[in-house]
C-alpha cells in the first residue's frame, strides 16, 4: 500500500463523496415528493391519474437505472433533447425512487383503517385534515422502514452515475486506476469512502426507524 | 429521420443479437441466482442458531455485503482480485462470484426474516407431539416457511436481473455493449439510432422483469391469508 499516494489523492475523493452526496440528497428529496404524490394519486383513485401512476411504477421498478441513463443521456439527444449529465442524473434517480416510494408511501395509506378517515370526517374535520393530522402521520410511520430502506438503495444506486461522466466516487477511483495502474489503493479508498458515507446514513436510518415505531393500529402486531 | 433510426433494429441480425445479448445478462442473473438461493438458504438457517460466533461472522458478510453498492464489489473482483493477489478472472466469472456472494447474503437474509417470524409455538408445539426437531423443521416450519419465502425470493430475482445490466461496466458484451456496438456501426446510416437502441434494451428488460414482478404479487396476494 501506498500511503502517500492514497493522501495525496484523498482530496480528489472528498469532492467525489460529496457529488455523491448532492446527487443522492436531491435525487431523494425529489423521489420522496413523486412517490408522495404518486402514492396520493392511487389512494384517491384519481382517474386516469392512478392509471398513469400504476405504469409509471411498473415502468421505474421493472428496469435498471443503467439502463434508464443510456437512455436519457445518449438516446434522448437523438430527439433533440439534450440534458446536462447532471440534470441526467437527477432525473435517473428520481425516476427511479419515484417508483420505490411510491409504493412504500401506498402500503403505509393503504394500511390505514377505513374507519379512522371515517372517524376523522364525523368529527367535523376537512379532507385534507384528515389526510395531514390523521392519516398521514400512521402511514408515514409505517412506511418508514420501506423508506429508509430505499434512500440506502438510492445512495448505492449513485454508483452508476460514473458512466453519465460526472466525477463520482467510482469515476475517480476508476480514473486512478488508469492513470497510475494503483488499483489496490484507489479500490481501498473506494470502499472506505462508501462505508464512510453509507455507515452512518444507515445507523441513523434505524435509530430513526426504532423512534418512530409507534403507530401501531390494528396494522402492526408487536410479536 | 426518425423513422430511419427505428429501421436499426430490424436491419440484418441486430434483432437478434440484442436479445442474445439480453440473453447473456440473464444467465448470470439465473446462474447466481441459482447458486445464492442454496448457499442463502444455508446461510439463513445458520443465522438462527445461538452460536454467537456463527452470528457475528454471518452478520458482519451480510452487512458489507449489503452496504456496499454492487458496482463496487465488481470493481473490487474485477480489478482488486488481479491487482492484489494476481488472480485474473474474466468478467463473465467475477459477475458470477459477486452476484452470488450478493445473492447469498440477500437470500440469507429473507430466510433468517422468514424463520424468525414463524411463531415460536409452532415449534414447541411440534417438539410436545414427540417429532425429533429434525421432523420439526422438515413438516412444519418449512412447508410455511416456504409460502411467505417464495414471493421475496422472486422479488430478489427481478433484483438480480437489474442489477447485471451493471456487468457491461466489467466488459461482459450483454445487452447494452450490443446496442452500443449496433449503434456504432449505423452511426452514419441511422443517426437517431442511440434513440431507438436504448429504448428497445429498455423494454426488453421490462418485459424481462414485469412478469416476474406480476408473479411475486400474485403469490403473496394470494398466500397472504
Known sequence: MDFAFMARYAPLYVDAALLTLRIAAVGIALSLLAGLVCGLTQYYRVPIGKNIAAAYIELSRNTPLLVQLFFLYFGLPKAGIRLSSEVCAYIGLTFLGGGYMAEAFRSGLESIEKIQVESGLSLGLTRAQVMRCIVLPQAAAISLPGICANMIFLIKETSVFSVLALADLMYVAKDLIGLYYKTNEALTMLVAFYLLILLPVSTVLSLVERKFRYAGYGSQSAV | ?225
Open chain 2, 1 to 225: 429521420m426518425q423513422d430511419m433510426g427505428v429501421r436499426v433494429l430490424f436491419e440484418g441480425a441486430n434483432g437478434v443479437r440484442l436479445l442474445k445479448g439480453l440473453w447473456t445478462a440473464l444467465r448470470i442473473s439465473l446462474l447466481s441466482m441459482a447458486f445464492s438461493f442454496v448457499l442463502g438458504t444455508l446461510l439463513g438457517c445458520a443465522m438462527t442458531l445461538k452460536n454467537p460466533v456463527v452470528k457475528a461472522a454471518a452478520k458482519i458478510y451480510l452487512e458489507f455485503i449489503r452496504i456496499m453498492p454492487q458496482l463496487v464489489l465488481l470493481f473490487l473482483a474485477y480489478f482488486g482480485m488481479t491487482k492484489a493477489f494476481g488472480i485474473q478472472l474474466s468478467g463473465y466469472a467475477s459477475a458470477l462470484i459477486v452476484f452470488t456472494m450478493w445473492g447469498t447474503a440477500e437470500m440469507g437474509d429473507l430466510v433468517r426474516g422468514v424463520l424468525i417470524s414463524i411463531p415460536k409455538h409452532q415449534y414447541l408445539s411440534g417438539l410436545a407431539l414427540g417429532l425429533s426437531p429434525w421432523r420439526v423443521y422438515l413438516h412444519i416450519i418449512f412447508p410455511q416457511s416456504a409460502r411467505r419465502l417464495i414471493p421475496l425470493a422472486i422479488n430478489l430475482s427481478t433484483r438480480m436481473i437489474k442489477t447485471t445490466s451493471l456487468v457491461v461496466l466489467i466488459g461482459v458484451v450483454e445487452v447494452l455493449k450490443v446496442g452500443q456496438q449496433i449503434i456504432e456501426a449505423n452511426r452514419y446510416a441511422a443517426p437517431s439510432g442511440a434513440l431507438w437502441v436504448y429504448g428497445a434494451v429498455f423494454l426488453l428488460y421490462f418485459i424481462a422483469c414485469y412478469p416476474i414482478s406480476s408473479l411475486a404479487r400474485l403469490l403473496e396476494n394470494k398466500w397472504k391469508g
